[in-house]
């Protein structure tokens, strides 16, 4: 994950910009006027659509964004050109026509339920001189991008011929494009890199009946053949990403659980070309993309996603390294925070962890039992030392936290300096503080800060204690 934070990729979207506006309220009575509900408005809240969403999903990675587009001389133009360079995104590609209609969509909620949409928008075809703007734009620049996005929602900006161009244009300069596609002929994107249509998608657009991998194979021959890709990628929802380059591929996904699978697309287009702008393979692009994905789908509406975000989903699938789930103080305090906003109950518990045996693991299986994640305090070798003797520990601390880390029931290793845990526990402020059966009756340190204190019994005869006695027993 560190290749990721230290990349700063530039990435180019190109696509239907819009602006999501939302109007909250309640309903308690209808109109005397007309058989319709009155919905009092309480609130409005506005955000980036269509490619948007996309560049959103990039900015939170990382990423820096350029966006070319082509909206309104209105009031709604400008109002999206200022949301874009608000969270820093370059406008500069952003070409104004005269008498267009910037894209806005307008839902009115009431008590959680989408009364009304009304749209106000053009869906025409961009003028020809609008096109030659854009691509007189990128002419000088385009190669300073390490990837270009199309992000087609079918509202006019990506003609058949801005997307050859911009494609040919990509192509001449070493510029790898992805597109996310619309509409049935994908003609229009012949020569990109790659398109991530999803399964539905891709069966309306090929003519095939995706229903088994035979399929899938031959619906992806067909799109890499008549598009002129270098990788063919099928988006499978539930069941992952699947590619051909050379052979077929399928890239299982890791969502977890699924709330919303609304705006997913946009994050799988935008991870991958983040990926692949960092060096990683199309294969390690997949996964990553899939990891994303999985944390998305976990959120309520079009939603966006962090690389912290994504490094801690891995982390409770345990497909990461041990080294991703030891943190700081200053690491697990975010994560806790992140954590607590997703309504996950915290559990904590901490100990010496000196030589592992079955005792341990069992104790650690139960503690995580009791709630979501599971973050265990590890005492330092000072620490150990000034508790247990001068010939303690056996291990020393990085190897006792890799150890411990890579036990499926441990989510976060914390080591701490202090005798006590308690600097670590009033950060963490876990729901819930596991001890040892042994401190049945006595006072437990950190306790102010737990919602609830759990005892667990320790495996008779299981100690570290009992297992050095027995090595030195047998030396003897």
């Known amino acids: 994950m560190q290749v990721y934070k230290n990349a700063k990729p530039k990435i180019l979207v190109v696509g239907d910009l819009m602006i999501d506006h939302y109007l909250w309220g309640s309903c308690e009575r209808i109109s005397p006027e007309a058989p319709v509900q009155v919905v009092d408005i309480a609130k409005e809240t506005t955000l980036l659509g269509g490619a948007g969403n996309v560049i959103n999903n990039?900015?939170?990675?990382?990423?820096?964004?350029?966006?070319?587009?082509?909206?309104?001389?209105?009031?709604?133009?400008?109002?999206?050109?200022?949301?874009?360079?608000?969270?820093?995104?370059?406008?500069?590609?952003?070409?104004?026509?005269?008498?267009?209609?910037?894209?806005?969509?307008?839902?009115?909620?009431?008590?959680?339920?989408?009364?009304?949409?009304?749209?106000?928008?053009?869906?025409?075809?961009?003028?020809?001189?609008?096109?030659?703007?854009?691509?007189?734009?990128?002419?000088?620049?385009?190669?300073?991008?390490?990837?270009?996005?199309?992000?087609?929602?079918?509202?006019?900006?990506?003609?058949?011929?801005?997307?050859?161009r911009v494609i040919g244009l990509a192509n001449e300069r070493g510029v790898k494009v992805l597109v996310d596609p619309k509409g049935s002929d994908f003609s229009k994107y012949r020569g990109a890199y790659l398109l991530t249509p999803n399964k539905k998608e891709a069966s309306i657009a090929t003519g095939i009946k995706i229903n088994d991998d035979a399929a899938l194979q031959e619906a992806l021959l067909k799109l890499k053949s008549t598009c002129n890709l270098e990788i063919s990628m099928i988006t499978l929802s539930e069941d992952g990403i699947a590619t051909y380059e050379n052979e077929l591929k399928k890239f299982p996904t890791v969502a977890k659980e699924v709330y919303d699978v609304t705006g997913a697309g946009d994050t799988v287009i935008a991870s991958i070309a983040f990926s692949l702008s960092a060096g990683k393979s199309i294969e390690e692009s997949a996964y990553f993309a899939n990891l994303a994905a999985g944390v998305v789908v976990g959120k309520i509406g079009s939603a966006t996603v962090t690389l912290d975000e994504i490094e801690e989903y891995e982390a409770t699938l345990h497909k990461s390294s041990s080294d991703a789930h030891i943190k700081t103080f200053e690491e697990i305090a975010v994560i806790v925070k992140r954590a607590r906003e997703c309504g996950k109950k915290v559990v904590f518990t901490n100990g010496c962890f000196d030589i592992l045996h079955v005792g341990h693991v069992k104790y650690l299986q139960k503690a995580k039992s009791f709630g979501d994640i599971l973050i265990v305090g590890l005492n330092s070798d000072e620490s150990v030392s000034r508790l247990k003797g001068p010939t303690r520990p056996i291990n020393k601390a990085e190897d006792r936290a890799y150890i411990l880390a890579a036990l499926e029931a441990v989510d976060f290793v914390v080591p701490f300096s202090e005798d006590t845990p308690f600097e670590l526990i009033k950060l963490v402020a876990p729901d819930t503080l596991v001890k040892g059966g042994d401190y049945e009756g006595k006072a437990v340190v950190g306790t102010e800060f737990a919602r609830e204190l759990r005892l667990v019994d320790f495996v008779d005869g299981k100690s570290t204690t009992k297992i050095i006695e027995k090595i030195e027993g047998n030396r003897c």
């Open 58 to 164: 990039l900015v939170t990675l990382g990423a820096k964004v350029s966006v070319a587009s082509v909206i309104g001389d209105d009031e709604n133009g400008k109002e999206l050109t200022q949301m874009l360079q608000k969270i820093g995104v370059d406008t500069k590609n952003i070409v104004v026509q005269t008498a267009r209609k910037t894209s806005k969509k307008s839902r009115i909620i009431a008590v959680s339920q989408q009364i009304l949409r009304y749209d106000k928008e053009s869906k025409d075809a961009i003028a020809a001189s609008s096109v030659d703007l854009i691509i007189d734009s990128l002419q000088n620049h385009i190669e300073s991008y390490d990837a270009l996005i199309l992000s087609d929602y079918g509202k006019g900006v990506l003609t058949s011929e801005l997307c050859q």
